[in-house]
């Protein structure tokens, strides 16, 4: 099995910038690619970023193109959220997820096997 834990997430001002991590434990050799996931109150969960471990294909969600990088660490197995000028509608909860192979879709919630606990993202104006 395979666990994620998020951290770094908080409360920061519209403009400033957080780095969110996932600890990706257990049988990490089964995880094919990690993404980034956030949902705000009353909304769907929605897609942000998406990152394979080894092609090292990177796709974003136009709404943090630019502004949000995806990024992994293979030795410490961790992925990582840059995330600058921060505005406030990127208030969420912040989830990592992974899928044991590529599924021919990032969007679908329902084609991911791993899913963290979340982290929650404040931004204020």
């Known amino acids: 099995q395979v666990q994620l834990v998020e951290s770094g997430g908080g409360l920061v001002q519209a403009g400033g910038s957080l780095r969110l991590s996932c600890a990706v434990s257990g049988r990490t050799f089964s995880v094919y690619s990690m993404s980034w996931f956030r949902q705000a109150p009353g909304k769907e969960r929605e897609f942000v970023a998406a990152k394979s471990w080894s092609v090292g294909t990177i796709y974003y969600a136009d709404s943090v193109k630019g502004r949000f990088t995806i990024s992994t660490d293979s030795a410490k197995s961790t992925v990582y959220l840059q995330m600058n000028s921060l505005k406030p509608e990127d208030t969420a909860v912040y989830y990592c997820?992974?899928?044991?192979?590529?599924?021919?879709?990032?969007?679908?919630?329902?084609?991911?096997?791993?899913w963290g606990q979340g982290t929650q993202v404040t931004v204020s104006s």
């Open positions: 997820a992974g899928q044991r192979a590529y599924s021919g879709s990032w969007l679908d919630t329902s084609r991911y096997d791993y």
